[in-house]
């Protein structure tokens, strides 16, 4: 199994626990937590698109254009994954900040006595 393979089993598998955390997880925090889990399985597999065994996109002084184009990695897979990491980061502070306010509000993260289901 090469390393590309590999890569898009683990986001799988990432993507497929952060789905199941989501939907059959009774606490807000754990959902908060599947969820980060989710984006990183989202973030390996836009990575492992982009990645086809090349080098860095940085075109050195003495490659010539038909190499580099070659064998240079896709960037726009890797700048999609940046926006996403920082998207991320504002979604789980909104997300942490709700809690806490659910949490003064309901006295528990337990998602059925906050949405009352029983």
Do not use: C, R, W
Request: charged fraction near 15%.
């Amino acid at each position: 199994m090469d390393f590309q393979m590999a890569s898009f089993i683990t986001s799988g598998l990432l993507v497929i626990i952060g789905l199941y955390g989501v939907f059959f997880v009774d606490n807000v925090l754990k959902k908060i937590i599947a969820l980060e889990i989710l984006g990183s399985g989202v973030n390996l597999a836009l990575i492992t698109i982009g990645y086809n065994g090349g080098t860095i996109p940085i075109k050195l002084p003495n490659m010539p254009v038909d190499v580099f184009a070659k064998e240079s990695a896709y960037p726009l897979t890797h700048a999609l994954v940046l926006t996403n990491i920082v998207i991320e980061a504002s979604m789980l502070a909104v997300m942490l900040g709700v809690s806490i306010i659910l949490y003064k509000k309901y006295k528990t993260l337990k998602s059925s006595v906050i949405l009352k289901e029983d």
